[in-house]
Nanobody, 123 residues
Framework: HVQLVESGGGSVQAGGSLRLSCTASGSIVGANSVAWFRQVPGKAREGVAAIAIDGKSKYADSVKDRFTISKDNDKHTLYLQMNSLKPEDTAMYYC??????????????????WGQGTQVTVS
């Protein structure tokens, strides 16, 4: 049974930083595409950043140059370093992993496994 567990969320003032972590129960971080999504109530889940199976990183335009996605395959952990946070970054953040279906990295249906989410609040 695959599990993804996020941590590192919290409340921060605008301009501050947070680092989210997502630890997997197995080796899926190294064997699949991995991503961070976020969602606010009433809106669709939005792709924030991803690392494809070939190692290339992708970012939403809204977070480019502020957020950095990385992973440690040995530790089965995915990270999201978030700098220069803005109030509009407030959301529940989810990590995801999957083998993909050939669609865009930001497509929810590209991922098979999801964490339970960690809340980020920027004031």
């Amino acid at each position: 049974h695959v599990q993804l567990v996020e941590s590192g969320g919290g409340s921060v003032q605008a301009g501050g930083s947070l680092r989210l972590s997502c630890t997997a129960s197995g080796s899926i971080v190294g064997a699949n595409s991995v991503a961070w999504f976020r969602q606010v109530p009433g809106k669709a889940r939005e792709g924030v950043a991803a690392i494809a199976i070939d190692g290339k990183s992708k970012y939403a335009d809204s977070v480019k140059d502020r957020f950095t996605i990385s992973k440690d395959n040995d530790k089965h952990t995915l990270y999201l370093q978030m700098n220069s946070l803005k109030p509009e970054d407030t959301a529940m953040y989810y990590c995801a992993a999957g083998c993909g279906n050939g669609g865009p990295w930001s497509d929810y249906y590209e991922y098979n496994y999801w964490g339970q989410g960690t809340q980020v609040t920027v004031s």
